[in-house]
């Protein structure tokens, strides 16, 4: 920069009409800077307005203007700036810096501040957690400006009289719908409060009243939602048909479906008995009906949401969401046929067309083409692959073009049934014929499909044996070339495609656990992947416990920089695998520690007690079993850990089926009772802890034979798990199914790969 514009020149010129050609050429400066298309250097900016700032008289009229003017020019620039947080963000600065320095500031920059923010939340385009607060926040600071006046021009030739502007209530809206959409219901309140407070504030509507609603059902506070309601009531708010729109999802995102149905029964010709005449009632509209159908979805109930489709058929309440909804519900009951018929009858003609930001490209897309690719991907998940191609192949004759999401699903599947040549061919396709850049999300399902261990033992019929881990091992050696291929063609790793590999190369025999350390040290030296990575590290771990090397498990924790349960759990599995147990409850008990110095600390699960407990009880030996009691009042007491299905059945299956004394003792009894008082409080299917609760019952008064134990093998639940020998372990994500995952699991960054289980190669241990 120039010295003459250095902040550190002369802050004022002695001679006449020094300091405003100063400020003149300052302010050329500053204008030039902000028309350009180029981009801006906000520090640099930033010292040219601290030097007019230092040069200027504040007393002299013509000086303050140019100062003025240049602030104008930054803020109207920064504040068109609507798709990026750090322009904003200065110019924020610069509107606080300008009310310090000069004084109050022109209304509409305000509004303008406020709008652009708006703009910022809306959107949220992958901002962070804290650069969506410091937005909301400071949305919340201008508008308290704007309420009490202070710091605001109110009149028009810029003079402050603090007087009081009616506001627009578009105003409130945008940042109470600010802070709802980051769950700070607390400030939220504060929005709402202020309203109240400012006599020139418009009053409470329905609008926020559906914000408040809309918030306390994201946070499945089913409470605070009937509170707002109640709140309104005395208000004397009459609900509009947004209102009821968004205390119905509200009660669906709170599990309370019933609720939400009878609410929407209120909105149609079904209204209850005993309720307010229906003419008092808006009307439902086909955002309503969508909503309710949803809740049938989520709840599971087929019946109830064919039922309700069959209405909006006659009422000709229809759209691309109710193709989707019912198409995704059809496939998930695996009723193809269903989802077939709904599409060809329910099929749009006309495509839409959006921009996207991130690829300044307007791109054309079909409302139903989330329907076409759920269909394709659930016939292609059942192994249906040619009628997968059907459907793929009839969506284009309807003039659906298949999305990113619509190949991914058939390049999964085929690199799953082991077609990797077809599988390459439609990548080739993918871009050629539908112009469709592939991505991460491609790749990682081409992965996973290759690297399904399970595929490779079942499709060419062989044992566990080495033949079936030799072709597992060329598997292997294919996804390392196609990685190389992947990044040939700059498409970057993320930390599901490095979890995927890494995984597998730990599970290759003879182990490959080197060569995993030295692709994460690769990936991290290239800026794809950090090393500290918490769910490549974790998958690290595992790797590591697989070939018995505890130090380079170990290795691989400590690298994490804030372990979570998941990486803690990894690594007290490693421990137990390579016979260390006591190393695994020195760990959990220098945790405990933590907690009760006040430092930091990891906040175990019912994964964390299953692991160390079912290691102890492989044991056998009454320390041992000592041991595990004693863990599993700690799980009950200390940490108020709630048991699952999985830790009961790895407890009661060893006490059962052990050939020794285990089982037989004094404190196995005390132990075996309190785990089946607490399976009573769990979820059963019908039947199967009353068998757990005689066989334990026959064992402890001595009646156990030899046809009762053969009875109890039989068990469905224990043969799915695979619990009928001490020797073959249990799941580590204990409990029924998928669903009694732990709750601490991390939120996939690949979500469509999650929604198609494809973030797993073995389903008995999550990848992260």
């Given at each position: 920069m120039d010295a003459s514009l250095s902040p550190t020149a002369s802050s004022a010129s002695t001679s006449a009409g020094g300091g405003i050609k100063d400020l003149q050429i300052v302010n050329k400066e500053i204008r030039k800077r902000m028309a350009s298309h180029s981009k801006i250097h906000w520090q640099e900016t930033r010292q040219l307005m601290n030097h007019m700032l230092n040069t200027a008289d504040h007393a002299n009229t013509d000086e303050i203007k140019l100062v003025h003017d240049a602030f104008t020019q930054i803020t109207t620039r920064t504040f068109s700036h609507r798709s990026s947080w750090h322009p904003v963000e200065f110019g924020l600065q610069m509107m606080d810096l300008q009310v310090s320095s000069l004084g109050p500031i022109p209304r509409p920059l305000a509004l303008q501040a406020l709008k652009s923010l708006n703009v910022l939340m809306r959107k949220n385009n992958d901002e962070t957690e804290k650069d969506s607060r410091l937005q909301a926040n400071a949305a919340f600071r201008i508008l308290q400006r704007l309420c009490t006046g202070i710091g605001i021009q109110q009149r028009s030739d810029g003079g402050n009289t603090n007087g009081k502007v009616a506001?627009?209530?578009?105003?409130?809206?945008?940042?109470?719908?600010?802070?709802?959409?980051?769950?700070?219901?607390?400030?939220?309140?504060?929005?709402?409060?202020?309203?109240?407070?400012?006599?020139?504030?418009?009053?409470?509507?329905?609008?926020?009243?559906?914000?408040?609603?809309?918030?306390?059902?994201?946070?499945?506070?089913?409470?605070?939602?009937?509170?707002?309601?109640?709140?309104?009531?005395?208000?004397?708010?009459?609900?509009?048909?947004?209102?009821?729109?968004?205390?119905?999802?509200?009660?669906?995102?709170?599990?309370?479906?019933?609720?939400?149905?009878?609410?929407?029964?209120?909105?149609?010709?079904?209204?209850?008995?005993?309720?307010?005449?229906?003419?008092?009632?808006?009307?439902?509209?086909?955002?309503?009906?969508?909503?309710?159908?949803?809740?049938?979805v989520k709840d599971e109930d087929m019946d109830k949401a064919l039922l309700l489709s069959k209405e909006m058929d006659a009422a000709e309440l229809w759209d691309a969401v109710t193709t989707n909804t019912l198409v995704g519900v059809a496939v998930a009951t695996k009723n193809f046929d269903m989802a077939e018929s709904i599409l060809k009858k329910y099929t749009v003609g006309v495509e839409t067309k959006s921009y996207d930001s991130s690829t300044r490209r307007s791109t054309r897309w079909h409302p139903n083409v989330e329907a076409y690719t759920e269909l394709v991907g659930g016939y292609a998940k059942s192994g249906r692959l040619a009628k997968a191609m059907e459907i793929f192949k009839a969506m284009k004759h309807q003039g659906v073009n298949p999305n990113e999401y619509t190949y991914t699903s058939i390049i999964g599947a085929l690199a799953k049934a082991n077609k990797i040549d077809q599988a390459k061919k439609m990548l080739s396709f993918m871009t050629e014929s539908d112009g469709i850049t592939t991505s991460v999300v491609t790749y990682n399902a081409f992965f996973t499909g290759m690297l399904d261990k399970d595929k490779d033992i079942s499709r060419n019929h062989l044992k566990p044996s080495q033949e079936a881990q030799d072709v597992y091992n060329k598997a292997v050696d294919d996804a390392l070339e196609l990685f190389d291929t992947m990044l040939n063609k700059r498409i970057h790793p993320n930390e599901i495609t490095l979890s995927l590999l890494v995984d597998a190369l730990g599970n290759c025999k003879p182990s490959r656990v080197e060569?995993?350390?030295?692709?994460?040290?690769?990936?991290?030296?290239?800026?794809?992947?950090?090393?500290?990575?918490?769910?490549?590290?974790?998958?690290?771990?595992?790797?590591?416990?697989?070939?018995?090397?505890?130090?380079?498990?170990?290795?691989?924790?400590?690298?994490?920089?804030?372990?979570?349960?998941?990486?803690?759990?990894?690594?007290?599995?490693?421990?137990?695998?390579?016979?260390?147990?006591?190393?695994?409850?020195?760990?959990?008990?220098?945790?405990?520690?933590?907690?009760?110095?006040?430092?930091?600390?990891?906040?175990?699960?019912?994964?964390?007690?299953?692991?160390?407990?079912?290691?102890?009880?492989?044991?056998?030996?009454?320390?041992?079993?000592?041991?595990?009691?004693?863990?599993?009042?700690?799980?009950?007491?200390?940490?108020?850990?709630?048991?699952?299905?999985?830790?009961?059945?790895?407890?009661?299956?060893?006490?059962?089926?052990?050939?020794?004394?285990?089982?037989?003792?004094?404190?196995?009894?005390?132990?075996?009772?309190?785990?089946?008082?607490?399976?009573?409080?769990?979820?059963?299917?019908?039947?199967?802890?009353?068998?757990?609760?005689?066989?334990?019952?026959?064992?402890?008064?001595?009646?156990?034979?030899?046809?009762?134990?053969?009875?109890?093998?039989?068990?469905?639940?224990?043969?799915?798990?695979?619990?009928?020998?001490?020797?073959?372990?249990?799941?580590?994500?204990?409990?029924?199914?998928?669903?009694?995952?732990?709750?601490?699991?991390?939120?996939?960054?690949?979500?469509?790969?999650?929604?198609?289980?494809?973030?797993?190669?073995?389903?008995?241990?999550?990848?992260?």
């Open positions: 506001l627009d209530e578009r105003d409130f809206s945008m940042v109470l719908n600010g802070f709802v959409n980051i769950g700070d219901m607390k400030m939220a309140r504060r929005v709402v409060g202020l309203q109240l407070r400012t006599e020139h504030a418009p009053p409470l509507s329905p609008v926020v009243y559906s914000i408040l609603i809309k918030g306390y059902g994201r946070l499945r506070d089913i409470k605070s939602v009937d509170l707002v309601l109640i709140r309104a009531k005395v208000n004397k708010i009459d609900p509009d048909i947004i209102m009821y729109n968004s205390l119905i999802d509200a009660y669906i995102n709170c599990d309370d479906v019933s609720k939400a149905y009878s609410t929407f029964k209120i909105l149609t010709k079904a209204a209850p008995d005993g309720a307010e005449q229906r003419s008092s009632f808006p009307t439902a509209n086909l955002r309503t009906y969508n909503i309710m159908l949803k809740g049938f060569e995993a350390k030295s692709l994460i040290a690769k990936m991290d030296m290239n800026g794809f992947v950090a090393s500290d990575n918490a769910r490549v590290a974790t998958t690290l771990i595992r790797a590591c416990a697989h070939s018995s090397d505890l130090e380079g498990a170990l290795a691989a924790y400590c690298v994490i920089g804030r372990p979570d349960v998941i990486a803690f759990n990894a690594l007290l599995n490693a421990f137990c695998e390579g016979r260390r147990i006591r190393m695994a409850i020195k760990a959990l008990n220098a945790n405990l520690k933590k907690k009760e110095k006040g430092s930091s600390y990891i906040l175990p699960d019912v994964v964390t007690y299953t692991i160390l407990i079912s290691s102890l009880l492989k044991v056998g030996t009454e320390e041992a079993s000592k041991a595990a009691y004693k863990l599993y009042k700690e799980m009950r007491n200390e940490w108020q850990i709630i048991p699952d299905t999985g830790i009961v059945d790895a407890i009661l299956t060893p006490m059962v089926k052990n050939g020794r004394s285990l089982g037989m003792r004094d404190h196995d009894l005390v132990f075996t009772r309190q785990v089946l008082r607490d399976a009573k409080q769990l979820e059963w299917p019908d039947g199967y802890l009353q068998r757990r609760e005689r066989t334990v019952d026959l064992l402890f008064k001595g009646r156990m034979n030899k046809s009762s134990a053969e009875h109890e093998v039989q068990d469905p639940l224990f043969k799915k798990k695979n619990w009928n020998t001490i020797e073959s372990g249990f799941p580590l994500w204990g409990g029924l199914g998928p669903k009694a995952q732990s709750s601490n699991s991390r939120e996939s960054p690949d979500k469509f790969l999650e929604s198609k289980d494809w973030n797993d190669i073995d389903s008995s241990f999550r990848i992260i």
